[in-house]
């Protein structure tokens, strides 16, 4: 089945700092790319979604400028948290839409200390 | 996308069939009934789909009802690691390229 990879499994950054999190498309090429963040015991949220060779949509309550989705190829979509703060620490997951529903990320748990 | 509502919690002992309950009275012709599992610190796993027939795959079964507006999941033999949160969720074909929308879905515990 169509599997993307997502990377790394478990972050640990400094507050300030940036991380990058990548999401690739191992055997399907997706042309969209969703990002959701959890946090403890809730549910998943969806944060953006990215669109290979345009400008990622953000949800409403979404910083942009914070969170950078850069979709620049079919196969790869990425998520910079910049100046990281540790309200920022949670479980970050990507999906992508395949013929028989939806594929997920094993997604990245994010701490900032 | 038809609202669903699940309950919150249920527990299922080891080697016994979890039958998960979802309630889906708004939903329309072209809906589809999804359901999805997120076991912990994981990302969500597709388990199956169905229309409007029953479907069995080998994971689970769906069962909707005639009327379509419930449906259950059946884990015929729940194992520790069927321990998740498991998301019942209604969706059209027709919603194209959308994102899946995620509830609070129901958290099965499977004890042993």
């Known amino acids: 089945g169509a599997v993307v990879s997502q990377h790394p499994s478990r972050v640990i950054c400094k507050s300030g700092t940036s991380v990058k999190i990548e999401c690739r498309s191992l055997d399907f090429q997706a042309t969209t790319m969703f990002w959701y963040r959890q946090f403890p015991k809730q549910s998943l949220m969806l944060m953006a979604t990215?669109?290979?060779?345009?400008?990622?949509?953000?949800e409403q309550g979404v910083e942009k400028d914070k969170f950078l989705i850069n979709h620049a190829s079919l196969t790869l979509s990425t998520l910079t948290v910049t100046s990281a703060h540790p309200e920022d620490s949670s479980f970050y997951i990507c999906?992508?839409?395949?013929?028989?529903?939806?594929?997920f990320g094993s997604g990245t748990r994010l701490t900032v200390v | 996308d038809a609202k669903t509502t699940q309950p919150t919690s249920m527990d299922c002992a080891e080697g016994r069939a979890a039958n998960l309950p979802c309630n889906h009275s708004t939903i329309s012709g072209n809906e589809y009934v999804y359901w999805y599992r997120q076991i912990h610190s994981q990302g969500p796993q597709y388990i199956i789909h169905?229309?409007?027939n029953n479907e069995t795959n080998e994971m689970a079964s769906l069962i909707i009802t005639e009327d379509r507006k419930s449906s259950t999941l059946i884990l015929p033999h729940a194992t520790l690691r069927d321990t998740a949160v498991y998301y019942c969720i209604v969706r059209s074909d027709a919603s194209g390229n959308t994102p899946l929308v995620f509830g609070k879905g129901t958290r099965l515990s499977v004890i042993a």
């Open positions: 999906g992508a839409k395949v013929p028989y529903g939806y594929t």
């Open positions: 169905g229309l409007k």
């Open positions: 990215s669109n290979e060779g345009s400008k990622a949509t953000y």
